[in-house]
């Protein structure tokens, strides 16, 4: 298998890796905590769109959600590259930059997306509310600046010099 060598092509593989961590998190999550099945999960996902009408529409809202939730999370793939492009420590130091990152990403997530959207809010347990905001750190704001590394890394010196 030949190596990816498009810097955009690592950038959405970001996206991918950190919305399958937040969505196979969020499906386990509420599986253990109150039996909820993954479709309701994705279902409420779509709600955003659709309000209380994407918890009858069975596997097409569920995918619809899981659409959603894949666009999201490559949007924040892509912001943070996009930045990245123009502040080099954002991806000489993904380690640092990649957590607050997505601290920030859980925050207008959760104070300023979904409060504007047609779903209900989040569910506010304490025990899901703090390792939300820990996955969002270390498993959807570090991988965002992983891949835009790479991503940077791969476009070699025009792109990593920008």
């Known amino acids: 298998m030949e190596p990816m060598k498009k810097p955009w092509s690592y950038v959405f593989l970001g996206g991918l890796v950190a919305g399958t961590f937040d969505i196979t998190y969020a499906c ?11 479709t309701r999960v994705l279902q409420s996902v779509a709600s955003g769109l659709l309000d209380g009408a994407s918890f009858t529409g069975g596997a097409r809202t569920a995918l619809l959600g899981l659409a ?8 924040m793939a892509v912001t943070y590259y996009l930045f990245a492009r123009r502040w080099s420590e954002l991806w000489q130091q ?3 930059y990649g957590p607050p990152y997505g601290v920030l990403l859980y925050g ?16 506010r347990d304490l025990v899901w509310v703090a390792l939300s905001i820990a996955l969002h750190a270390f498993l959807i704001g570090t991988p965002c600046a ?3 590394r ?3 890394l791969a476009g070699g010196p025009a792109t990593s010099n920008v």
């Open 28 to 38: 386990i999550f509420w599986f253990l905590k109150r039996g909820v099945a993954p």
């Open 68 to 75: 959603l939730h894949y666009f999201i999370a490559t949007s």
């Open 94 to 96: 993904p380690w640092v």
């Open 108 to 123: 207008i997530m959760n104070y300023i997306v979904v409060p504007l959207s047609a779903a209900n809010p989040g569910s």
């Open 146 to 148: 992983l891949f835009a």
């Open 150 to 152: 790479r991503a940077m």
